[in-house]
T-cell receptor, first 111, second 112 residues
Framework: KQEVTQIPAALSVPEGENLVLNCSFTDSAIYNLQWFRQDPGKGLTSLLLIQSSQREQTSGRLNASLDKSSGRSTLYIAASQPGDSATYLCAIGTNAGKSTFGDGTTLTVKP | ETGVTQTPRHLVMGMTNKKSLKCEQHLGHNAMYWYKQSAKKPLELMFVYNFKEQTENNSVPSRFSPECPNSSHLFLHLHTLQPEDSALYLC???????????FGSGTRLTVV
């Protein structure tokens, strides 16, 4: 059974700082990995999707990496802004469409 | 809006009521999903539909009954719920089963 861990559970940084969020998983036989952000009481917004054959994906100030052999993914956020404050979730997907989600990291970026 | 629309946004119901949650997507996706998000717990997959056919029922109690009349619409019929069923119910879709998800904004359900 796939287990997904996100550490730390919460992170607070000053505006402008570069930061890394971590996602670890126990079963390396994954189909894809997706990073989401969730604002309080809202749905999930997809940030980046990495297929099993890929090593990283980039979108603007975001870069996500995938290392299946070590069971790790990182989400790098450059030049953080207060608007980046949210909970960030990673999801490990199978080709059957079933995903296992982590508990998330709640990020606060202070002005 | 993400392309996946959920209604209603908020719902309060008594334990003897019957209500339905609706999800609609016009992204041309073929797979649709129901997830439950409770406080202090990770998202839990409930049901998966692929081309209108249910392909996954993740041991969900029968008081939750899904319906997928076509690839664009997904319903979750609720009856005789318990207070512990209070949660954020999220609908998602993907191009094909196994592709990345697009989520709706969710329905916040409170059972009293």
């Amino acid at each position: 059974k796939q287990e997904v861990t996100q550490i730390p559970a919460a992170l607070s940084v000053p505006e402008g700082e570069n930061l890394v969020l971590n996602c670890s998983f126990t079963d390396s036989a994954i189909y894809n990995l997706q990073w989401f952000r969730q604002d309080p009481g809202k749905g999930l917004t997809s940030l980046l999707l990495i297929q099993s054959s890929q090593r990283e994906q980039t979108s603007g100030r975001l870069n996500a990496s995938l290392d299946k052999s070590s069971g790790r993914s990182t989400l790098y956020i450059a030049a953080s802004q207060p608007g980046d404050s949210a909970t960030y979730l990673c999801a490990i997907g199978t080709n059957a469409g079933k995903s296992t989600f982590g508990d998330g990291t709640t990020l606060t970026v202070k002005p | 809006e993400t392309g996946v629309t959920q209604t209603p946004r908020h719902l309060v119901m008594g334990m003897t009521n019957k209500k339905s949650l609706k999800c609609e997507q016009h992204l041309g996706h073929n797979a649709m999903y129901w997830y439950k998000q409770s406080a202090k717990k990770p998202l839990e997959l409930m049901f998966v539909y692929n081309f209108k056919e249910q392909t996954e029922n993740n041991s969900v109690p029968s008081r939750f009954s899904p319906e997928c009349p076509n690839s664009s619409h997904l319903f979750l019929h609720l009856h005789t719920l318990q207070p512990e069923d209070s949660a954020l119910y999220l609908c998602a879709s993907s191009q094909e089963q196994g592709d990345g998800y697009t989520f709706g904004s969710g329905t916040r359900l409170t059972v009293v």
